[in-house]
């Protein structure tokens, strides 16, 4: 089955890069370096472990430089350590680079720890580090994290699904939208149209989807963690689509049920269309 790209994106989801460093030149130094390698990234910065959990919490990180001490006035904080576990217990395949201004004996069973417990990616002292160091850790950890990406084999349509019995939730949803093609083909257009969205917080458990309301459509509101935002994910059959489209242009709500902002993707292929919208007005906190 071909699929086809019918709509540019507006926001493109990038890399997404977090700094966790409580010295304001060191956080300069690491956002001069992701700069230096391209501009598609959003950069989120934590001089403090409240912080980096609520960051992480809503966003899906490709690499993060996470200083190991987060007071610089208290050598004993390790409040970085909690940060590592904190990505590691989301799941994500984020490059950590660990950055410590430390010396003494403390320093290699940190680094040791890091390495094996949390599966950093590399590890670069303050005292010894030159911006180019940081430019190849960077380019580095992120090609480690798309490789990793890439082979994961969980798509959106695991996602969209929760805790519905697959091959139910295959069957009800191909025949609401009159999907003309096999099941392959589905997951295929379904990860075309949304996996660069992933991960996802639903905001509600079980079916996570309003399947066949209207007919022929299906639609659902997730917290995107790719992006940081809130979506919509909207897709059937092609002539129900195009008139829920119609309407959203007259009435600026899509099926009467989401105040959508700016469109960020559509597709069609086999007899369906799909969009993805952006959601304002909502925060984290509402999903999940």
């Known amino acids: 089955m071909m699929t086809q ?18 010295e304001e030149e060191w956080s300069e130094a690491y956002k001069r370096a992701v700069a230096a390698i391209g501009k598609n990234h959003m950069i989120k910065v934590a001089k ?7 960051l992480i919490e809503s966003a899906k990180f490709a690499v993060a430089f996470v200083d190991v001490g987060l007071d610089v006035s208290d050598d004993r904080n390790v ?3 909690s940060v590592m576990e904190m ?5 994500d395949e984020t490059s950590i680079i660990v950055v410590t201004g430390r010396s003494g004996q403390d320093v290699l069973p940190i680094t040791r720890d890091a390495i094996k417990k949390y599966r950093a990616y590399d590890t670069v002292g303050k005292r010894s580090v ?10 580095g950890g992120l090609e480690e994290y798309r490789k990793a990406v890439a082979a994961d084999r969980k798509g959106a349509p695991q996602a969209l699904r929760g805790d519905s019995e697959p091959l139910r939730w295959d069957d009800q949803v191909m025949r609401s939208i009159k999907f003309k093609a096999n099941a392959s083909d589905f997951y295929g257009f379904l990860d075309r149209l949304f996996r660069s969205y ?7 458990e079980g079916e996570r989807l309003e399947i066949d309301s209207p007919p022929g459509l299906v639609s659902g509101a997730f917290w995107s963690r790719a992006i940081a ?10 002539a129900q689509f195009d008139e829920a489209m119609e309407k959203l242009h007259e009435t600026a709500r ?25 959601l304002p007005g909502h925060r984290r906190e509402d999903f999940g």
């Open 5 to 22: 790209d019918i709509g540019g994106a507006m926001a493109k989801p990038g890399d997404n890069v977090l700094i966790v460093e409580d």
């Open 130 to 139: 030159e911006p180019a160091d940081i430019r190849r850790l960077f380019e």
């Open 48 to 54: 403090d472990f409240t912080t980096a959990e609520r």
């Open 79 to 81: 409040d970085g350590l």
């Open 229 to 238: 935002a809130a979506v919509v994910i909207c897709f059937g059959e092609a």
């Open 254 to 278: 899509l099926l009467d049920r989401y105040d959508v902002g700016d469109q960020l993707k559509e597709m069609k292929g086999s007899g369906v269309k799909g969009a993805v919208f952006l």
């Open 198 to 204: 992933l991960p996802i917080v639903a905001s509600r």
């Open 87 to 91: 990505i590691r217990a989301t799941d």
